[in-house]
């Protein structure tokens, strides 16, 4: 009978130990919440081989805002169109990706108040014969999937005769042009303007900016509305103590 009581008795606590175990490092690990990235996408998402993380304007922007706001996250790097669709299935929270606020993405996400002004800008290898959209009859044309340098490059693709070639990030789709598998690629002009300026990449832009615009963190339609509210209350808060202008100074803005 004794030993029944003792062989019980050790088994509850086991349980009980191993059920706190459980629950004890859940509460550990866990973030309030997910946010996916894109993963080349410099100055406002990228990887420092220094310090073995992701860096950039996003990164430095959402970790402003999270101390401020004080939320805890973790961010998946794993491309744009990845992003878009994380937050679509609900694997992730939000997204921050130099993802431009626009009508026709409203009707699927909710973004924050936008945090920095950019649009596209078509890109030639450097030295190239082309110098406008005219130029590029019977020619292809590199463009990242979903982004809106891809959905302007489908909408001229008809009226100026080239074709549309997709890539799932920046830099494979810089390669193709400076290697000649396509013509000519669209992209954001800031981040193509870094790749020339600080990787010395052979890509010239060409024109005016496409499509001027404002970046917004995103969130799935109807979901998370205290987590933009939370963003765009972080923002205003670090406009107003300076964290902002130093985040982008550091990146050169
Ligand atoms: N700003 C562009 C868009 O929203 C590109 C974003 C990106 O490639 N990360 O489509």
Redesign the pocket.
């Known amino acids: 009978m004794k030993t029944t009581f003792r062989i019980l008795a050790l088994a509850l606590v086991l349980v009980c130990a191993f059920s706190c175990m459980i629950a004890c490092s859940k509460d550990g690990d866990a973030v309030d919440y997910i946010i996916y990235s894109?993963n080349s996408?410099p100055p406002f998402e990228f990887y420092d081989e220094e310090t073995k993380a992701y860096i950039g304007v996003d990164m430095d922007i959402l970790a402003a805002v999270a101390a401020d706001q004080g939320f805890t996250y973790e961010v998946k790097n794993e491309g744009?169109d990845a992003s878009m669709g994380a937050v679509q299935s609900g694997q992730a929270d939000g997204m921050i990706?130099?993802?431009?606020i626009t009508e026709k993405r409203a009707e699927t996400f909710d973004f924050s108040e936008g945090y920095f002004a950019?649009g596209q800008i078509l890109v030639v290898k450097a030295g190239s014969d082309i110098a406008s959209f005219e130029d590029l009859a019977g020619k292809t044309v590199a463009a990242?999937t979903s982004?809106?340098?891809a959905e302007y490059a489908q909408s001229m693709a008809n009226e100026y005769g080239f074709t549309v070639v997709f890539y799932e990030d920046?830099p494979t789709m810089y390669t193709a042009v400076i290697n000649g598998t396509n013509d000519a690629c669209i992209e954001?002009r800031s981040v193509v303007g870094w790749a020339i300026k600080e990787e010395s990449l052979e890509l010239t832009t060409i024109g005016e900016v496409i499509n001027p615009g404002y970046?917004g963190f995103a969130v799935k339609k109807g979901t998370n509305p205290e987590l933009i509210e939370k963003f765009n209350a972080g923002l205003a808060s670090i406009k107003a103590n300076g964290k902002y202008d130093e985040i982008l100074a550091k990146y050169g803005y």
Not at 97 to 100: N, Q, S
């Open positions: 894109d996408f744009f990706a130099g993802m431009t950019d990242k982004t809106q340098g920046s954001d970046y």
